[in-house]
């Protein structure tokens, strides 16, 4: 079993930064892959950035350019560094994992892009 717990949602300014944290947690030996997903009012939960542990990336088109994945392995933590913010990006955002045993989700965390 995986445990995901997301960190770093908040209220931000249209322009501003923010960074979300993912940390995993049980049998993180297992995991293979990570994402962060998010889901607006009324929407679709949308893939915003995945990571394969072997180092590739895959960005949605709306984020793509202004937000970067990453990980460190050593802390089981991933991470979404979102720059240049826009209000379309509020939503909740999603921490993925996938594993041997299966696919695990986070509980989700707010972000709120407003003046």
């Known amino acids: 079993q995986v445990q995901l717990v997301e960190s770093g949602g908040g209220l931000v300014q249209p322009g501003g930064p923010l960074r979300l944290s993912c940390a995993a947690y049980g049998s993180t030996f297992s995991i293979y892959a990570m994402a962060w997903y998010r889901q607006a009012p009324g929407k679709q939960r949308d893939l915003v950035a995945a990571i394969a542990f072997d180092g590739r990336t895959d960005y949605g088109d709306s984020v793509q350019g202004r937000f970067i994945i990453s990980r460190d392995a050593a802390k089981n933590t991933m991470y979404l560094q979102m720059n240049t913010l826009k209000p379309e990006d509020t939503a909740v955002y999603y921490c993925?994992?996938?594993?041997?045993?299966?696919?695990?989700w986070g509980q989700g965390t707010q972000v709120t892009v407003s003046p």
């Open positions: 993925n994992a996938v594993a041997d045993s299966g696919t695990y």
